[in-house]
Every structure is written in C-alpha cells, then in structure tokens.
C-alpha cells in the first residue's frame, strides 16, 4: 500500500529507497532501509549487507511480516494530529499510517509511512516572546528626534484602539531613533504578561501604523499582520470596515483595517517537514512548511495564494507554485528580529551581503524551476561520484547520507569547477564539472 492512503500503485515520480539485508543469523528474513535514492535505478542494483540495525530505520521481517520505525508499530495517526487545520490543509481528510519515533514533554514527533514526512505536534506555548527592549513609551519623554514625528502619527491609533479594558504597554529601544530615521519599531504588552505580545511599526512617510501579532509554531515566533492604519499600503488584503457609519471617518483612520486586538488564544502547532528524498523539494535538505498565516503581511498576498512556502535548514523560503506548469520557483532570504525595523544613518554600519541583509528589508527573487532542477540533478550525480569512491575504498562503516551542507557545498564546487551557474545549456559545463571531480578524487 503506498501513501499510507490505500493506493495499490506508487505515485508518479515516487523512488523507492534502497534496502539492504541486516547480517547475522538472528536476522535472517529481515530487511531494512540503506539509504535514499535522488532518482530510480538505470540498471539493478546488488543488495548491500548492513552489519546492525540502523537507528531509526525502517525494518521489515519477511518471517512475521511485520514492520517497525526506531522499533515503534506503524498505527493510524492519532486523530487530535490528524484533524488539525494544517495537517488536513497539507494531506487532506485522508487516513495516514504514522509511528510515534520521539516524544518528550512538550512534543510528540510522528514519522509518516510511506510518505517521507514528519510531523512534530506541539503543546500550547504558554510563554510569550522574550521582552527584548525595556524604555516605556511616553510622548512627552521621547528624544527630540522622535518626539518631531512619532507621537503625531502613533497617537491617534494608540487612543482609539489600545487604550481599553486598559492601556496597552508599549516599549521602545533604548538607543533613540536617528533624526533621519522612516520606521519606529515598539513592542506592546498587557500589563499581567511577561512577555512581546504585539509588535508595532510606525511608519513616517506614509504616516500609518502596522500591527503584528507574535504566533508560537513549534516554539518558533512568528509576526502576522493583523491591523494597519492604511490598508493601501500593506501586503495583506485587508477590508476597511463598509458597515454604516454615525459619523464621519476620522482623517488618519480613512483606510484602516482589522483591530490591534484581533489575536487569536494559543492553540497546538503541528510542525510538518518533509525529506529531501521527495521529488518536489528542490533544496537538497529538510524542509519545514510554513502555513500562510505565518507570512501574512510579510510577504504579497499574491505570492502566498500562488505559492506554498518551505523554509530549508539555513531558514532561507522556497515558494513552489501550486500550478506545476508554472516555470518559477519564489526565493526569499528575509531578515528577522525587530532589528530589521531599523532605518536612518545606522544604515551605513550594516556590512552589506546576503547573510546580513539591509534593516526592514527582505530579498525575493523569482527562479527558474528548470535552472534549479538541473542543479539538484547535478549535486545528486555529483553526490552518487562521491559514494562510489567512498565504496570503494571502504571509507565508511554506515551508508552514505548526504547532509544539507554537503549538497550545498557540492554545488558550489560545480559552479567554480564548470564556470556556469546551472543555466540554460550548461550540461557540457556540468558534465566536465563531474569529471573534473573525479579526477580530484
């Protein structure tokens, strides 16, 4: 049975791992996995021996016929995991197979069959986001370069919204904003929490007001937009009220939108990842899905209808298409931390480079699927070069399994050793590229 969804016959494009025989007389009849395949076999493979189980392994024993996970039972998916909204939104209402391979006192990690999945369900958080900045907000005491702008711009959003059942405490870093400074960046609490429960950014040229809430998804923080004082101007379709009105708008709060209260209570996070055997993932790792209310107002509506986003081991964002005739792939390396609220003259200390971004900025890029495509294809010839003279020359007690660094690193020595970049036409580049690598083992 295939997917643990009761199919008869594997999925399209589905490559079924390597086995192997465990040795001993104890294990006679039983099998377990070796290691994962980028791509099927051209030709029949000979069945490697592995000389003891692997740890956390898939085993089968042909003479009870029965299989096991790091010794756990497959058994269908707990029912509080499975009907959860992101796992129904990823799977669909299907019944999955799961083994229970890990559990600790706020998680419990379940591997799914069949489907190179995991799924880590998590506890309500109750603890909050580190408070991170500690000087109160108050308009008469603010620096002088802050007291020219903030306060006209913040004030009227602050009296109509966060003044009641009472006053929203609001925070500010201790250094004062520069003179030239185009967003203040503040972090608001009720007075009995202990921690960040809303960030806001206040922006100066457009004179509106940005307010995140902070979810915990598998005890990660992450910021959604949930009000804003002028919804021309955020990434999230937001609806200014169209109720009837007693009076008249008030001139600041003509476009606004949602409420700087609308925060949900903490719920259970179910955290999905996925190998980097499926044939999807293009980041030749461990990737984490991200919901798409963990980017609202972070990214363009657009893109997170169009577009399922998966962070890989680095926390960069791949966004695949959910039409898989579109051409491109969505690449994002996004700042995090309130740091990156930060603008003005301090713009001139920030070293400039893809691991450290501008303050308040994020790179998208719109990638060539097939360009990405061929460099996983060339990694993975580049990796299976690499395991056979690991083979043969008996470097290893357990099988080769590449790491995200290792693949990583392996297509950074192909772009330098061909002179390409994986683009339209390289494959001469990336055959002698391979040839060149073996020649350097």
């Known amino acids: 049975v295939s997917e643990g969804s009761g199919a008869m016959l594997p999925p399209p494009g589905e490559?079924?791992?390597?086995?192997?025989?465990?040795?001993g007389e104890p294990n006679r009849g039983r099998f377990a996995v070796h290691s994962s395949r980028a791509r099927r076999p051209a030709e029949v493979e000979e069945v490697p021996t592995l000389l003891k189980e692997p740890e956390g392994a898939v085993v089968v024993?042909?003479?009870?016929?029965?299989?096991?996970?790091?010794?756990?039972?497959?058994q269908a998916l707990r029912h509080a995991v499975a009907e959860m909204e992101d796992v129904t939104q990823m799977f669909g209402e299907v019944a999955m197979q799961a083994c229970l391979t890990d559990r600790s006192a706020h998680r419990e990690m379940y591997r799914l069959v069949g489907?190179?999945?995991?799924?880590?369900?998590w506890d309500v958080d109750t603890k909050m986001a580190p408070l991170e900045h500690w000087r109160m907000y108050y308009p008469q005491e603010l620096h002088p370069s802050e007291k020219a702008w903030l306060p006209a711009v913040l004030e009227p959003v602050r009296q109509a919204?966060?003044?009641?059942?009472?006053?929203?405490?609001?925070?500010?870093?201790?250094?004062?904003?520069?003179?030239d400074a185009q967003v203040a960046y503040l972090v608001g609490k009720q007075p009995a929490q202990a921690g960040a429960w809303l960030e806001l950014f206040v922006y100066r040229a457009r004179r509106m007001v940005h307010v995140y809430r902070l979810e915990s998804h598998g005890r990660r923080y992450?910021?959604?937009l949930i009000y804003t004082s002028d919804a021309r101007y955020c990434l999230r379709f937001m609806q200014p009220p169209v109720a009837h009105r007693q009076v008249p708008w008030a001139e600041w709060g003509r476009h606004e939108a949602g409420h700087p209260y609308d925060v949900p209570q903490p719920t259970p996070s179910a955290v999905i990842?996925?190998?980097?055997?499926?044939?999807?993932?293009?980041?030749c790792g461990e990737e984490t899905w991200l919901p798409q209310r963990l980017l609202s107002g972070l990214l363009p509506e657009s893109l997170l209808e169009r577009y399922t986003f998966w962070q890989d081991e680095a926390d960069y964002l791949?966004?695949?298409?959910?039409?898989?005739?579109?051409?491109?792939?969505?690449?994002?390396?996004?700042?995090v931390g309130g740091h990156v609220a930060m603008h003005g003259s301090r713009f001139g200390e920030v070293r400039r480079g893809d691991s450290l971004l501008l303050p308040a900025r994020a790179v998208v890029l719109r990638l060539s699927k097939q360009r990405l495509q061929r460099e996983h294809r060339a990694v993975h010839d580049a990796l299976g070069v690499l395991e056979q003279f690991t083979k043969e020359h008996a470097l290893l007690s357990q099988p080769f399994e590449p790491s995200f660094a290792l693949c990583n690193?392996?297509?950074?020595?192909?772009r330098r050793l061909g002179g390409h970049s994986f683009g339209a036409g390289s494959e001469p580049a990336v055959a002698s590229g391979l040839e060149a690598l073996r020649a350097l083992l």
Do not use: C
């Open 115 to 121: 489907r190179a999945h995991s799924i880590a369900y």
């Open 161 to 179: 919204h966060m003044m009641q059942p009472v006053p929203l405490q609001l925070y500010m870093p201790e250094a004062p904003l520069a003179a």
């Open 222 to 224: 992450y910021r959604s």
């Open 318 to 335: 791949r966004g695949y298409p959910k039409d898989a005739t579109k051409p491109d792939v969505i690449f994002v390396n996004m700042g």
């Open 273 to 283: 990842t996925r190998e980097a055997s499926v044939a999807e993932n293009l980041s």
């Open 15 to 23: 490559v079924p791992p390597r086995w192997a025989y465990l040795s």
């Open 409 to 414: 690193g392996t297509a950074a020595l192909l």
């Open 61 to 74: 024993d042909a003479q009870v016929l029965q299989l096991t996970l790091m010794a756990a039972h497959p």
